[in-house]
């Protein structure tokens, strides 16, 4: 790993995957060194935010002698999300993974996603931990608007759009699901190491 310094009351530490971010993650949350007072986990970085008695360097030799292992397994809260399985992208989906829509949708609800980390918007939650046979690309052209409550893929992630927006996941349903409300403490429903089983809504 790389720990830089971030400004002068930040650290940031570039680890070599996802899997040790998340496990650096899971090890700091649940006890983090004197000082630091807010974790930001990304996709191979997590930022460490300081309070003004923190000393970098007590944290960083911190930082250097975890065991990351033992915590990138630690399963956080479950929530269940329910799905409509009518994305405007499902049989784009189909076709670029070569499956039947039927084996997509089994795919995606039959395995337990993890939330990694968040970004790109306010309660949008990138998603881990599926099939390979679903890793798809972005669209060619992002959509100038996306529908709150859009379920996607893009390479090897998953989420939920928490609001409307721009966007150029490959859509393959809808949830009714509020995934971030303002007036809930804390706003976003999926928060960083919670699990996440999506579950399909059948017509009724």
């Given at each position: 790993?790389r720990?830089?310094?971030?400004g002068?009351?930040?650290?940031?530490?570039?680890?070599e995957?996802?899997?040790?971010?998340?496990?650096?993650?899971?090890?700091?949350?649940?006890?983090?060194?004197?000082g630091?007072?807010?974790?930001?986990?990304a996709?191979?970085?997590?930022?460490?935010?300081?309070?003004?008695?923190?000393?970098?360097?007590?944290?960083?030799?911190?930082?250097?002698?975890?065991?990351?292992?033992?915590a990138?397994?630690?399963?956080?809260?479950?929530v269940?999300?329910?799905?409509?399985?009518?994305?405007?992208?499902?049989?784009e989906?189909?076709d670029?993974?070569?499956?039947?829509?039927?084996?997509?949708?089994?795919?995606?609800?039959?395995?337990?996603?993890?939330?990694?980390?968040?970004?790109?918007?306010?309660?949008f939650?990138?998603l881990?931990?599926?099939?390979r046979?679903?890793?798809?690309?972005?669209?060619?052209?992002?959509?100038?608007?996306?529908?709150?409550?859009?379920?996607?893929?893009?390479?090897?992630f998953?989420?939920?759009?928490?609001?409307?927006s721009?966007?150029?996941?490959?859509?393959?349903?809808?949830?009714?699901?509020?995934?971030?409300?303002?007036?809930?403490?804390?706003?976003?429903?999926?928060r960083?190491?919670?699990?996440?089983?999506f579950?399909?809504?059948?017509?009724?």
């Amino acid at each position: 790993m790389r720990v830089l310094p971030c400004g002068d009351q930040a650290l940031l530490v570039e680890t070599e995957s996802l899997e040790e971010a998340l496990g650096l993650y899971r090890s700091l949350r649940r006890e983090s060194p004197p000082g630091v007072t807010d974790l930001v986990p990304a996709a191979r970085t997590v930022l460490l935010r300081l309070g003004p008695a923190a000393d970098p360097a007590l944290v960083e030799r911190d930082l250097r002698t975890r065991d990351m292992t033992a915590a990138a397994h630690e399963q956080g809260p479950l929530v269940r999300v329910p799905v409509h399985y009518d994305g405007e992208d499902l049989r784009e989906v189909a076709d670029l993974t070569g499956l039947p829509v039927r084996e997509v949708v089994r795919l995606h609800t039959g395995c337990e996603w993890t939330v990694a980390f968040g970004g790109f918007a306010p309660g949008f939650a990138y998603l881990t931990g599926g099939p390979r046979e679903l890793r798809v690309p972005r669209r060619a052209e992002s959509r100038t608007r996306v529908p709150a409550g859009a379920v996607g893929l893009a390479g090897e992630f998953s989420g939920v759009y928490p609001r409307s927006s721009p966007g150029g996941w490959q859509l393959i349903g809808r949830t009714d699901l509020a995934v971030w409300r303002e007036d809930r403490d804390p706003p976003a429903l999926l928060r960083p190491g919670a699990r996440v089983r999506f579950e399909e809504v059948r017509p009724s």
